[in-house]
């Protein structure tokens, strides 16, 4: 699944105009620390019509919602930096990972979310949740804006 061209996490996106704000500072660090605390996975706004600013911009009222695959990529990332080389989670490597203070970083809570509720790339989905979309973590189109640090 691939981000689609209007992707808030496209960087090609990041700080164009949009008549609903989708690309700006302030919603792109609001959806960041949604995705990134966990909260609860983003949904493509192309493809979800319980949102009334989604339906202005063209989604259809009976579209099914998917999840946001450019969110999905960043997830991915962090818990490849997390598993390292081994993609091996342990006390030690959240520690690690967690050390330097960062918003670019999954909180504990989100790790608990991206890692073992939804999506484990190293685990499965042990406790029924639904597994992360199929992406390609090395889109190099897709990322944070520079101003999260």
């Known amino acids: 699944m691939k981000p689609c061209d209007q992707c808030p996490w496209r960087l090609a996106n ?7 704000g989708f690309y700006t500072k302030r919603n ?8 990134r605390q966990g909260g609860t996975a983003q949904s493509c706004h192309l493809t979800d019509p319980s949102h009334p600013d989604h339906i ?4 259809k009222p009976d579209a099914s919602p998917r999840e946001c695959p450019g969110s999905v990529v960043l997830i991915r990332r962090e818990l490849d930096v997390l598993g390292g080389k081994e993609k091996t989670v342990t006390p030690e490597s959240i520690d690690a990972y967690l ?4 918003k670019r970083r999954l909180t504990k ?3 608990l979310y991206w890692l073992i509720e939804r999506a484990s790339v ?8 639904k597994p992360l979309p199929d992406v390609d973590p090395s889109d190099p189109e897709i990322g944070l804006p520079d101003y999260i640090k």
């Open 14 to 20: 990041q700080g164009k105009p949009h008549p609903f």
């Open 28 to 35: 792109l660090t609001r959806l960041w620390n949604q995705v």
């Open 56 to 59: 202005k911009v063209g989604t």
């Open 99 to 102: 050390a330097p203070k960062s």
């Open 109 to 111: 809570l989100g790790i």
């Open 122 to 129: 190293f685990t499965g989905t042990p406790f029924g949740g």
